[in-house]
């Protein structure tokens, strides 16, 4: 039972490159979540997707889009990548709206 | 806004002993509350939840109290092994948004054997 899977695990990137963070879970979850985390600053929500066919915005969006392709995956794009973004992030799935997520593993990323 | 803070950036406990990480929140709207662990590399495992219409519940050794009288949420673990250390967050559901927990920056658990 896999959970949540994020690929990949680790990337680099240069300043202004972009890139797509993949994210797929396999309990049939309605809800998913984008967060990073920063030091000292705990997790924070990037966007969310309430269910298949809508996404939202959370507390820091800027730079960032997603897509919910389908009931399973829901990645995060980079369109042009900052230093101000190298972080780690998570993403995660709930059952419902509200209640106690299943975080994938993260992924690294740093911008140089 | 909300805010979700820790009084101890990093506890030290010995084997054996018990924990006690403490967790304080400024919404008093908010109903529902979420422990986490998170070990070095890897995402946020859930431990244990509370909803406000409890002030304590318990699971495997551990144990979360809450007071909403003082916006103050509290995870104990008993016989603290050294598997338990990691990082442990608490969380809460954002008021009246659903979709958003808002999450403390958390308190390094180390457990000396």
Redesign the interface.
């Known amino acids: 039972n896999a959970g949540v899977t994020q690929t990949p695990k680790f990337q680099v990137l240069k300043t202004g490159q972009s890139m797509t963070l993949q994210c797929a879970q396999d309990m049939n979850h309605n809800s998913m979540y984008w967060y990073r985390q920063d030091p000292g600053m705990g997790l924070r929500l990037i966007y969310y997707s309430a269910s298949e066919g809508t996404t939202d915005k959370g507390e820091v969006p800027n730079g960032y889009n997603v897509s919910r392709l389908n009931k399973r995956e829901f990645s995060l794009r980079l369109e042009s990548a900052a230093p101000s973004q190298t972080s780690v992030y998570f993403c995660a799935s709930s059952e419902l709206q509200g209640y106690g997520y299943t975080f994938g593993s993260g992924t690294r990323l740093t911008v140089v | 806004g909300e805010s979700?803070g820790l009084h101890l950036p990093t506890l030290s406990v010995q084997e054996g002993d018990n924990s006690i990480i403490n967790c304080a929140y400024s919404n008093s709207a908010s109903d529902?509350f979420?422990w986490?662990k998170q070990e070095s590399?890897?995402?946020?495992?859930?431990i244990i939840?509370i909803r406000s219409n409890m002030d304590k519940r318990q699971g495997q050794r551990v144990t979360v109290l809450l007071n909403k009288t003082v916006k103050h949420l509290s995870l104990q673990i008993a016989a603290t092994q050294p598997g338990d250390s990691a990082v442990y967050?608490c969380?809460e559901?954002g008021g009246y948004n659903?979709?958003?927990?808002y999450?403390?920056?958390?308190t390094k658990l180390n457990v000396k054997p």
Do not use: C, E, M, T
């Open positions: 979700v529902y979420i986490y590399g890897k995402g946020p495992q859930f939840d967050f969380a559901i659903f979709n958003k927990f999450f403390g920056s958390g």
